[in-house]
């Protein structure tokens, strides 16, 4: 589903977030990028979203190049993936409901199909009796649902997630490990973005290992290939 | 295949068009009228200071526009009864008088003529002055034949053309003088069209005004919701998506300015209408067209209101939103 190949990322003055990073993330698949602060983590997850363009090598989402897309191509391309970003988290002036609704309010959704599927990602999520509060009024964990919900509302073939578990203690990271756990189980490819070591342990699923923005374990899927 | 790709790529804005992504496109835009209408009236302080300069910006200019064209025809009609007055020489026999008036009643310039010999001169001068007996005292008529010309409408307020025909009437054998007052014609055609240029400058001032007032309203809306726009963008908001609530937050605001300089036009009108009315009767004016609101007015203001509303935001959101891209 996504290739990366010698990827490189400069920013502005010179640093090297990514240096030659290649790996396959195969679809259907849930994978954890891990790796120190600064790794360059957030960078790679932004490169997918295409926030941001890769200085050398290529990125291919569904056998496209992401380098192709023109300024036009990006909203859709960003609509088939879901994301769960720590600093762009829920607007507080509407209610959790209409936080949910906002990616298919942007694709015009029919309103009718909107409630629906507005009330079955926060059924998921465990937050339907929430539906009509100000996300300000919830805790951290159940924000970070509301923000889960909403990336998966428009149920997309990707989730990428940074630091999802972020300041949950560990009983509230668990439940959400699990909520993606069973989003992966009906299909969708999940990339998950953590320098929470345990996390991954505990779940015992692939990773990929970001190390000074060099891949040091974990690059593509049948390792005994290469 | 380059061929095709570059067909589509010229003509992909087409795509937006097209009836898979058009259903989608009205829902955004039905969405995003209603919500950005809620927007407004939630910041009632904010809405009612914006409102209110566009409306009194509107107001201001219409009311000008609408007593320079009360003025302008006014003074149409005062040209019209302004005429041309010959006075002949004295015994200017009757024939040549009328062989005079034959000729120029078939001048274009020229819309009527009138001959008052000097019996009836002496006659009007009686009931007039109430002094028959002193002219009775002279043995002859002491007053000339009059021929008074009405120069054709189309001469209104042109001084220049008028001047001319006057020249041309006073260059005429038999005619004595032929007077008419050009001074005050000057001095009354000065002012309208200085009240004319003023109304269209005032308008142009104020149109530029409500655009920077718009352009600030709107310009404080993208920082408020620079949160907003980063998320939207995020889960795939076109550039479209996020300009459409700033567009139609400015045709909200517009619109409604309109509506509300209707209300002020109307109350103004009525309040002018009365000492208005008096003036133009005391120069037995008959101009029916009073500042005020007639339904074409409505309908102005109410589009010229939207449509400086959308301006105003389109240009705050070219300068504006630029950075929004999520990082
Ligand atoms: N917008 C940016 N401009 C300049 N440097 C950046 C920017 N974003 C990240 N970096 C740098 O790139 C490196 C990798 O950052 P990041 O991808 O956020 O790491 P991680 O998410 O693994 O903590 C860091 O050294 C960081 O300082
Ligand atoms: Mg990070």
Known sequence: MIRFDNVSKSYPGGHEALRRV?????????????????????????????????????????????????????????????????????????????????????????????????????????????????????????????????????????????EPTGNLDPELSAEIMNLFREFNSVGVSIMVATHDISLVRDFGLRQIVLNQGRITQGAFPNESLR | MNRRTSVKSRFGWLAEFSPKRLVPWVRNHALVARSSWKRLLEEPLQTALTVGVIAIALALSTLLFQLAAM?????????????????????????????????????????????????????????????????????????????????????????????????????????????????????????????????????LLLALGILLILGNTIRLTIENRRNENVVINLVGGTDRIVQRPLLYAGFWYGLLGGAVAVVLVAIVGALLSYPLQQILLSYQSSVQTLPGVSFPVFINLLVLGASLGCSGAWLSVLQHLRNIEPT
Not at chain 1, 82 to 106: M, T, W, Y
Request: proline share 4%; no cysteine; glycine share 8%.
């Open chain 2, 71 to 203: 003025g302008g025809s006014a003074l149409g009609q005062m040209n019209n009864t302004s005429d041309i007055n010959l006075y002949f020489e004295l015994g200017t026999e009757v024939r040549s008088i009328e062989a005079f008036e034959d000729m120029w009643r078939g001048d274009p310039r020229v819309q009527a003529t009138q001959v008052i010999t000097p019996e009836q001169g002496l006659a009007e001068f009686e009931s007039f002055s109430g002094l028959g007996s002193i002219l009775s005292s002279f043995d002859e008529n002491p007053l000339p034949a009059v021929v008074r010309i009405t120069p054709a409408d189309r001469l209104a307020g042109r001084a220049a053309e008028l001047r001319l025909l006057v020249q041309a009437l006073q260059a005429s054998e038999f005619v004595e003088t032929a007077v008419l007052d050009f001074a005050w014609l000057d001095r009354l055609n000065a002012v309208v069209e200085f009240v004319d240029r003023l109304s269209i400058a005032v308008g």
């Open chain 1, 22 to 162: 290649s790996f396959e993330l195969p679809r259907g698949e849930m994978t954890f990028l891990t790796g120190h602060s600064g790794a360059g983590k957030s960078t790679l997850l932004k490169l997918i979203m295409a926030m941001e363009r890769s200085s050398r090598g290529q990125i291919f989402y569904d056998g496209k190049n992401l380098d192709r897309l023109g300024r036009r191509g990006i909203p859709y391309h960003r609509r088939r993936i879901g994301v769960v970003f720590q600093n762009h988290s829920l607007l507080f002036d509407r209610s959790v409901f209409e936080n949910v609704a906002l990616p298919l309010n942007i694709a015009g959704a029919a309103p009718r199909e909107t409630a629906r599927r507005v009330r079955a990602a926060l059924d998921k999520v465990g937050l339907l009796d929430k539906e009509t509060l100000n996300p300000v009024v919830l805790s951290g964990g159940e924000q970070q649902r509301v923000g889960i919900a909403r990336a998966v509302v428009h149920k997309p073939d990707l989730l990428l997630a940074d």
